[in-house]
């Protein structure tokens, strides 16, 4: 499966961007879509995670800030991100997690300006 990340940019403080990122093809033995970030010299955070029945969890930086969906056939994934923060500037990395291995997309570079 290969991923495909789009929909960074720049923006201020406070704005929104919505990420996409879709796969080749529909995922077998799916288990969950993640959304993860990465800055230079530090360690790759995980961000969101969604399962199949659309559930998702998120981690406390972003919590209540920003939204994961997917589509029903699990080949797109989105991340809605609202009141961003210049913390938030990262290169933003989708990942599909299987039974039979894990799939990381390229990135897309976020930048918030303060």
């Known amino acids: 499966v290969q991923l495909q990340a789009s929909g960074g940019g720049l923006v201020q403080t406070g704005g929104s961007l919505r990420l996409s990122c879709a796969a080749s093809?529909?995922?077998?033995?799916?288990?969950?879509m993640n959304w993860y970030r990465q800055t230079p010299g530090k360690e790759r955070e995980w961000v969101a995670s969604?399962?199949?029945?659309?559930?998702?969890n998120y981690a406390d930086s972003v919590k209540g800030r920003f939204t994961a969906s997917k589509n029903l056939d699990k080949t797109t994934m989105y991340l809605q991100m609202d009141n961003l923060k210049p913390e938030d500037t990262a290169i933003y990395l989708c990942n599909i997690n299987t039974w039979r291995g894990n799939y990381w997309g390229q990135g897309t570079q976020v930048t918030v300006s303060s």
């Open positions: 093809r529909k995922p077998s033995s799916f288990k969950s």
């Open positions: 969604i399962v199949s029945n659309g559930m998702a």
